[in-house]
């Protein structure tokens, strides 16, 4: 066959590696750990295999862990001791990221990253101050400006505590604007945002929610998280938060999204965060205990796909595993 272009020439062994497009490598990856104020031992998250909710007297042992694997930098997750309406132990300095924070930071060299939200804190599970009428009307349950100066309490707590970074993943209008502001006014100017500019109301935080008890009492969370449908919605969700002075720009969850990286990558020019949720991890953990998915495989090649798409910061649940198979920098 007279073939000039045979592509398959480049694939060989040898010329395969210096032709690849993208390399994944554990400066990438950011842990998520989780932390329990209500346990004295580690307890296993069922729907999350190899993933536990660890004590916060071990919250030091367990980002030794993950700094272990080649992966510096964890993002912290907490389930307080007790919940109440206004997520109170959200914003309080012993409680358990503020501890947590202080005890990592103090001991090790991780970059801790926290998660400024309520849902884990309020006993309504959603993620703000509740409007009065809440009950009565589902479509409207949480008070967007109420809650935007609790939110900046929170990520102040956070900073005093230590934190290096702070991610805002409640989709309140105006939060990065509001945090900013609070950060800036407390002296923690350098502190960045990593704000979950595109947050879409998903199915896929199923596990998350067992692993922090945080599911919503009642109603949901569409009125404040996006509709999967709309991507152009989430380019102007974006440019308000780099409007507002985010730093690092969030598209969570990751694989049903890769369209939505892409674009963000591709008309922005911040650095470009992706979580590649509970449910993704959740999905090929439970093929591969069938015996139907190869791991280690999979998890590769969809984390791949996701710095493929234009992420370069990827959170996920897989990224202990995969640091320690990549070739060591
Ligand atoms: C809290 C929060 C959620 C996730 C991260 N931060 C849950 C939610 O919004 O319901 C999901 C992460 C995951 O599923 O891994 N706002
Ligand atoms: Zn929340």
């Not at 969850?253 to 963000?264: E, F, K, R, S, T």
Request: proline fraction near 4%.
């Amino acid at each position: 066959m007279d073939l000039r272009q045979r592509p398959r020439r480049l694939r060989r062994d040898g010329i395969r590696a210096s032709v690849s497009e993208t390399t994944l490598s554990a400066s990438d990856f950011i842990a998520p750990v989780f932390l329990d104020a209500t346990t004295d031992e580690r307890v296993p998250i069922e729907s999350m295999p190899g993933h536990e909710r660890v004590p916060v007297a071990e919250a030091v042992d367990r980002v030794r862990e993950v700094l272990e694997t080649g992966v510096e930098s964890v993002i912290i997750f907490g389930v307080p001791k007790s919940k109440d309406s206004t997520g109170s132990r959200a914003w309080a300095d012993d409680g358990v990221i503020q501890r947590a924070v202080r005890d990592i930071t103090r001991e090790t060299d991780a970059f801790v990253i926290t998660d400024v939200c309520m849902c884990e804190y309020t006993d309504h599970g959603h993620c703000g101050i509740l409007e009065e009428t809440a009950h009565e009307s589902p479509t409207l349950t949480v008070a967007n400006d109420a809650t935007l100066d609790r939110l900046a309490q929170i990520a102040v707590s956070h900073a005093d505590a230590g934190a290096q970074m702070v991610t805002l993943s409640s989709m309140t209008d105006g939060m990065v604007g509001a945090i900013r502001t609070s950060l800036d006014e407390h002296g923690y100017e350098d502190i960045p945002i990593m704000s979950t500019a595109a947050k879409y109301e998903s199915a896929f935080y199923g596990p998350f929610r067992e692993a922090t008890e945080g599911d919503p009492a009642f109603s949901d969370r569409r009125h404040y998280q996006m509709n999967p449908a709309n991507t152009r919605e989430a380019m102007r969700e974006v440019a308000l938060d780099v409007e507002q002075g985010a730093d690092v720009l969030m598209v969570k969850p990751a694989l049903a999204y890769l369209d939505v990286i892409q674009a963000v990558r591709k008309e922005f020019d911040h650095p470009v965060a992706a979580y590649n949720v509970s449910g993704e991890y959740a999905m090929l953990c439970a093929a591969d205990e069938k015996g139907w998915l190869d791991l280690d495989a999979v998890a590769r090649e969809s984390v791949l796909s996701i710095k493929r798409a234009g992420a370069d910061l990827i959170l996920t649940y897989f990224a202990e595993a995969l640091a320690e198979s990549l070739p060591k920098e």
